[in-house]
């Protein structure tokens, strides 16, 4: 590929609404041009880079023994109706009438459609297991779409669908989609970890993600340095910061706390640390009878330590607020506690509430607390002398740095990431709503054990250059950069010798196999250099005529800090032992 061919057009500044490195270095670059908001144009650049992160993600699900299908981006109601999710998918399931006046969704997922296949065409067990995938474009209809390619509302995802006839086959299908899954990011070339995380809107019971670190990433990654310990942060296990409870030291007694609402502000007035304190958080369960009719509320405190924040996805966990809950309105706090938010405790309720302690504030003792009066606290309060031990105890908090890891091996730490793969055990989830059975081997139906498996393609371009970036541009690892090699001739339409040394180098490197371009337009060496750097091809060969009357020619890596000067029969042979070192 010669550059005077291709489509080259950099910024030197990005647009003023692009927020992060990544958005901002793809509209610099010419990979990506805003169509609407969270909806761009894939230009030849950026495609190029697209296709071969495409090609590594066909190459392994081919060889995980998945086959390839399109299905449609365009969705019927009926299929969704099956499953609730017409409903339940909220606002970002973008929905349309036809000209028929029949309902109809763009798509964001497919358990619906594949699942509908399977029950039309998986009639036996011995036609299982089945794993089918599409890379197809998706549309989430975002509320705040945001950070370029990263959080768009059109994307393109490859997602994977398992179908087997046991629990136990469905999860040996897990497994070779997660081993599928770290050869794909391992020959991405890009720094990641795998780590347990909730199962979220899509459902199921077992789940990792994929995330890519990087400072920028939305999500906190929660890993064991001497283990091989990783989750989410919302699924990340808080264990007890107290081996077991001391007996009581202090004497019960009720302090003035005046203008005091929060934990900071009373550890602060009291002159002790924010870990005595107890923070109460009050939730509400709108019940139902048995004809589903309302028949009143449940009102839960929640406590965990002033120093702790909750974990609303553990919260949700939990029996008698998995159905769902919100948090309590003030006047339903105001008739349980008989005092406004700021001052909330479990003495002297005015009427029950259900009280869930988190683990580390069940084993305290002498803490301080809500006395459900305004600009009074509790001090010297104790489990079984002051107030009745909880209804519950459970892990309820965010894990913070430094905390013991729940496998025993080191202590807790936190880094950022970007998720670009998620895996799901889905069990008989879908096959169950939609009815979805094969014959078993002893003839009687049996619902489908499901498996579901993205990747976020494009999303994979953002992430890659949040992690790899510099002052000038991108820094492609070799997987996925659009070229692999730019070979920069400086006086191409002065110098006869330097355009045979350019081509006969540049005809070399596509002879070996290598991705290569040739910079013919005969641009100034900073202009093409700057180029390059932005755009973040990860060899340079720079041939002038200077350098080829001393016979030599420069090579310089995208990483490196400068060039280095090396005989000219030598410079092929470098630059493959570079690339083969990725």
């Known amino acids: 590929m010669r550059a005077s061919q291709f489509h080259l057009f950099t910024l030197k500044e990005a ?9 901002k270095l793809m509209l610099r670059a010419g990979m990506i041009r805003k169509v609407a908001a969270g909806i761009y144009s894939y230009m030849p650049m950026g495609l190029r880079a697209i296709r071969k992160v495409e090609a590594i ?47 109809f969704a763009l798509q964001p997922t497919s358990e619906e459609v594949v699942t509908d296949i399977a029950r039309q065409e998986l009639k036996s067990y011995r036609q299982l297991p089945k794993n089918f995938y599409q890379i197809q474009t998706k549309f989430r209809d975002e509320r705040r779409p945001r950070f370029g390619v990263m959080r768009g509302r059109e994307f393109t995802m490859k997602d994977a669908y398992s179908f087997d006839r046991s629990e136990e086959a469905a999860g040996r299908s897990y497994d070779i989609m997660f081993a599928a899954y770290k050869r794909i990011f391992d020959r991405l070339g890009l720094e990641y970890r795998a780590v347990a995380a909730d199962t979220g809107a899509i459902g199921g019971d077992r789940s990792h993600e994929f995330q890519v670190i990087a400072d920028t990433g939305e999500d906190a990654i929660v890993y064991c340095p001497d283990s091989d310990y ?83 996805v553990k919260a949700g966990k939990l029996e008698g607020l998995k159905a769902g809950f919100r948090f309590a309105t003030e006047a339903e706090i105001l008739e349980h506690f008989g005092c406004k938010p700021g001052y909330l405790g479990p ?63 080191g202590v807790l730490a936190i880094q950022r990431g970007i998720e670009v793969g998620h895996v799901f055990y889905l069990g008989t989830k879908y ?84 991705d290569a371009i040739l910079d013919d337009r005969d ?60």
């Open 230 to 312: 990783a989750a989410n942060i919302e699924l990340a296990e808080a264990v007890s910061l107290l081996a077991r409870r001391a007996e009581p030291a202090r004497a019960l007694a009720k302090t003035p706390t005046p203008g005091k609402a929060t934990c900071e502000d009373v550890a602060a007035l009291l002159g002790v640390p924010l870990a005595t304190t107890v923070k109460s958080l009050v939730l509400a369960t709108d019940d139902v009878d048995e004809k589903g009719k309302p028949a009143g509320v449940t009102v839960w405190l929640l406590l965990v330590r002033g120093d702790h924040a909750l974990n609303e």
């Open 15 to 23: 647009p003023s609404d692009a927020e992060v490195v990544s958005q």
């Open 431 to 514: 096959s169950k709503a939609m009815n979805a059975t094969f014959l078993d081997e002893d003839g009687k139906p049996k619902h489908f054990e499901m498996g579901c498996y993205g990747i976020g393609v494009t999303r994979i371009l953002g992430a890659a250059i949040e992690q790899n970036h510099d002052a000038r541009g991108i820094v492609w690892p070799r997987a996925i950069a659009p070229f692999e090699v730019v070979v920069c001739p400086v006086g191409w339409g002065k110098s006869q010798a330097v355009r045979d040394e350019a081509q006969k180098l540049y005809d070399a490197l596509v002879a070996t196999g290598v």
């Open 57 to 103: 993600v066909r190459e392994e699900m081919d060889r995980a023994g998945a086959m390839e299908l399109i299905m449609p981006m365009v969705q019927p109601a009926e299929l969704w109706d099956e499953t609730g999710r017409w409903d339940k998918m909220g606002d970002e399931l973008l929905r349309f009438k036809d000209r028929h006046e029949r309902d």
């Open 523 to 582: 641009e100034r060496p900073g202009v093409m250099f700057a180029d390059w750097e932005l755009i973040g091809v990860p060899h340079r060969v720079t041939i002038g005529d200077r350098g080829l009357k001393e016979g030599v020619i420069e090579y310089q890596g995208r990483r490196d800090a400068e060039a280095a000067k090396l005989p000219a029969g030598e410079v092929l042979g470098h630059v493959l032992e570079r690339l083969n070192q990725g």
């Open 347 to 409: 003495i002297g309720l005015k009427k029950p509430v259900k009280v869930i302690a988190d683990r580390t504030v069940a084993h305290m003792a002498d803490f301080i607390c809500g006395a459900n009066e305004a600009d009074f606290h509790f001090t010297g309060v104790n489990w079984g002398r002051d107030l009745p031990e909880p209804d519950q105890v459970a892990d309820l908090r965010n894990v913070v740095e430094g905390d013991p890891s729940p496998d025993g091996r």
